[in-house]
């Protein structure tokens, strides 16, 4: 008989750069959230899985910085050979300065380790303008655009890009994409962000969606539902080229 436990203490995933519309403050002080979510089930196939995340904003009336990191593991055992599924870690930070009342200029670190497609490190420098839409207390909606310079290097033999074995890649992109926070209710908070990443060397493009949903519980505890989509066109068969993530648990605010 299958006995499989399952421990969801902390879960959050939080896009750098979209701050929730009711910790959005500009007083200088540092604000953000951190969770863990594990999972373990044992039997006849014996798994593991983990999510730490953790995100941070300052805000003043000219400017933004965001922090953002999460770490991501699942692996399993079954007849004695043990497979991973997921062991992948990102790191970003991103700076946002307001050059008026609508318009931002910004720049942003990104890196990213991804074993399974065999990404040892994934390096993505970016810059441009933003413009928001909309700017009120309870709605807040921006586009930006700009580009990106991604430096990859790759685990083991390397990878087939364009049907050649590579073990690095250098790419300059474009950059275009959206982002809002909306306060629906004074304990509910929904935000989205979408961003697409076009190479101007061909060698394919990547997108990132995410959507997250939260239901204050107290100043300090929220119930918290995520969806994240990645899509990366540089990953070849039989990998997919699409990841969808989905988290739901308890996110924990600090700061202010």
């Given amino acids: 008989m299958r006995v499989c436990t399952s421990l969801l203490f902390l879960s959050t995933l939080v896009t750098c750069g979209t701050a929730q519309a009711e910790d959005a403050k500009p007083d200088g002080k540092w604000r953000g959230s951190g969770g863990a979510a594990l999972s373990i089930s044992s039997g006849n196939t014996r798994s593991s899985s983990i999510n730490l995340t953790a995100d941070a904003a300052r805000v003043t009336s000219d400017d933004k910085l965001t922090l953002f990191s999460q ?62 839409l909309i700017k009120t207390d309870d709605h807040q909606f921006d586009i930006f655009g700009g580009a990106s310079y991604k430096s990859d290097k790759y685990s083991g033999s390397g990878i087939f890009i364009n049907n050649e074995l590579k073990t690095s890649l250098n790419s300059s992109e474009l950059l275009l994409g959206e982002e809002s926070t909306h306060k629906l209710s004074e304990i509910t908070t929904f935000s989205q962000r979408l961003v697409i990443n076009s190479s101007v060397n061909n060698n394919g493009n990547r997108a990132t969606f995410n959507a997250s949903l939260l239901v204050a519980l107290n100043k300090t505890l929220s119930l918290s539902l995520t969806l994240q989509d990645r899509y990366d066109g540089f990953v070849s068969a039989p990998l997919k080229k699409n990841d969808i993530l989905f988290f739901t648990g308890i996110n924990v605010k600090f700061g202010g």
């Fill in 71 to 132: 770490l991501l593991g699942s692996r399993s055992e079954s007849n004695g050979i043990t497979t991973t599924s997921a062991n992948q870690w990102a790191a970003s930070t991103r700076y946002d300065h307001n050059i008026s009342s609508h318009v931002f200029g910004f720049g942003g670190l990104n890196l990213n380790h991804d074993q399974i497609k065999l990404l040892a490190l994934r390096s993505v420098v970016s810059g441009g303008l933003g413009y928001h």
